[in-house]
């Protein structure tokens, strides 16, 4: 039998099978933010104890990904940048034209977690 240790406790194959049962069940729970992932769906505490994405933009085909969440009547927001790589000089510049409408994109980021948090 396959055992692994887990915070101080072994973990066999049943017990790992069932606790990914609860994770993904806990994730696929239905809540009442449409763009909510469910990862922040914890079957180890209370559901109202959950965290919640009430909202997940992207900015710049997903470099830029936004997320504003409700974790007991608590919004916060979370940003990250992704990607990295080599840049032609057009790129550059491709980018620049790009990034110009980041400000309002971030505007409108603190605009949905002014009105979620009113």
Same mark, same amino acid.
């Given at each position: 039998?396959? !055992?692994?240790?887990?915070? @101080? ?14 994770? !993904?069940?806990?994730?696929?729970? &239905?809540?009442?933010? &449409?763009?909510?992932? @469910? ?5 180890? %505490? &209370?559901?109202? =104890? ?5 909202v997940n933009a992207s900015?710049?085909? @997903?470099? %830029?990904?936004?997320? $504003?969440?409700?974790?007991l009547g608590i919004f !916060? @927001? =979370? $940003? ?7 840049? !032609? ?7 620049? =034209?790009?990034?110009? /409408?980041? &400000? ?5 980021? /603190?605009?949905? #977690?002014?009105? #979620?948090?009113?």
């Amino acid at each position: 039998m396959n !055992t692994v240790a887990n915070v @101080g406790t072994n973990m066999n194959d049943a017990s790992r099978t069932e606790n990914e049962k609860l994770w !993904t069940a806990a994730q696929n729970t &239905p809540c009442k933010y &449409p763009e909510c992932t @469910g990862d922040g769906h914890e079957y180890i %505490v &209370p559901e109202s =104890d959950w965290s919640h994405e009430a909202v997940n933009a992207s900015f710049d085909g @997903g470099i %830029v990904l936004g997320s $504003i969440s409700d974790r007991l009547g608590i919004f !916060t @927001g =979370d $940003i990250s940048f992704e990607g990295s790589g080599e840049m !032609t000089a057009a790129e550059f510049r491709e980018a620049a =034209d790009t990034y110009e /409408a980041f &400000p309002a994109w971030l505007r409108t980021m /603190a605009d949905r #977690l002014d009105a #979620l948090a009113a």
